[in-house]
């Protein structure tokens, strides 16, 4: 969790920057993620729009295992966010 918290800290932007960040395996990533939110240490922002093509169908990360953060509820592109222990948002965020 670590290593996730520290990848999107120094600018990883989705799954696939994080897998090559931390060279960790993918399904450790999202599971480092669903643990981080679940902790309160992790937000998903919806990024307000939409993939092109109307969705993730259209989307060059679709199916690569590099797109949107998985579990999010929502489709498009979300942003993680980091928080504090204490519960705001990162510094630099």
């Keep these: 969790m670590t290593r996730v918290s520290e ?3 120094h600018g990883a ?3 696939r920057a994080i897998v090559r960040e931390t060279g960790l395996d993918a399904d450790l990533v999202d ?3 669903e643990r981080l939110e679940r902790m309160g240490r992790l937000s998903r922002a919806p990024l307000g729009a939409v993939c092109s093509g109307g969705g993730c ?7 690569s295992g590099g ?3 998985p579990g999010g509820g929502t489709t498009g592109p979300v942003a993680l966010v980091l928080r504090r222990r204490g519960g705001g ?4 965020y």
Aim: net charge neutral.
């Design 89 to 92: 948002p990162a510094p630099g």
């Design 7 to 9: 990848a999107i800290s």
């Design 31 to 33: 599971a480092a993620i």
């Design 57 to 63: 169908s259209g989307c060059p990360d679709a199916g």
């Design 67 to 69: 797109g949107c953060a």
């Design 13 to 15: 932007v989705n799954r």
